[in-house]
């Protein structure tokens, strides 16, 4: 599974830069997540959840 997060903050908005900031993240992991679709901890994932305002985990993944 991969996460959508370029597609999520371009709903926004948002570039990566400013989504970095909101997530707490560095702008490395954001490249990577987009590129690579790497592995986020928990408390990414979360914040990704809440920030976007998913209302599922389908929101965020797709599947690959």
């Not at 991969?2 to 560095?26: C, H």
């Not at 389908?58 to 690959?64: G, H, Q, R, S």
Request: charged letters at 30%.
């Amino acid at each position: 599974m991969v996460i959508k997060l370029k597609q999520l903050r371009k709903r926004k908005g948002w570039t990566q830069p400013v989504t970095a900031m909101e997530l707490g993240v560095s702008l490395d992991t954001i490249k990577h997540i987009e590129t690579q679709g790497t592995f986020v901890s928990k408390r990414t994932l979360t914040q990704i959840y809440k920030i976007f305002e998913c209302k599922s985990f389908d929101e965020i993944f797709e599947a690959v």
